[in-house]
């Protein structure tokens, strides 16, 4: 089972940019594909992003498309999520975990908090 730990959220404001990243333990990482999900305060969790075990497709929920960029090493058993023109509605704890498309598809991690302010 692949153990997920996602860092790199911090506060920054409106127009700033983040680099989260996912650490991955496990040898059966690049099999698998890879996905980015998001939860607001008092939201459902959400999807956000998704790669390819290859890193050869990617998806994108349509409120991050073009601002947002997810890709993968998987030498390094990691995964990124490159976040640019942030806005205060990108503000939730970030989590990353396998997935099937755009499911969930395995144990959460303990999730990193984004917090844009306007």
């Known amino acids: 089972q692949v153990q997920l730990v996602e860092s790199g959220g911090g506060l920054v404001q409106a127009g700033g940019s983040l680099r989260l990243s996912c650490a991955a333990s496990?040898?059966?990482?690049?099999?698998?594909?890879m996905g980015w999900f998001r939860q607001a305060p008092g939201k459902e969790r959400e999807f956000v992003a998704a790669?390819?075990?290859?890193?050869?497709?990617?998806y994108y929920v349509d409120s991050v498309k073009g601002r947002f960029t997810i890709s993968r090493d998987n030498a390094k058993n990691t995964v990124y999520l490159q976040m640019n023109s942030l806005k205060p509605e990108d503000t939730a704890v970030y989590y990353c975990?396998?997935?099937?498309?755009?499911?969930?598809?395995?144990?959460w991690g303990q999730g990193t908090q984004v917090t844009v302010s306007s």
């Open positions: 496990g040898r059966t990482f690049s099999s698998y594909s």
């Open positions: 975990n396998v997935v099937i498309g755009d499911k969930p598809f395995g144990s």
């Open positions: 790669i390819s075990w290859s890193g050869g497709s990617t």
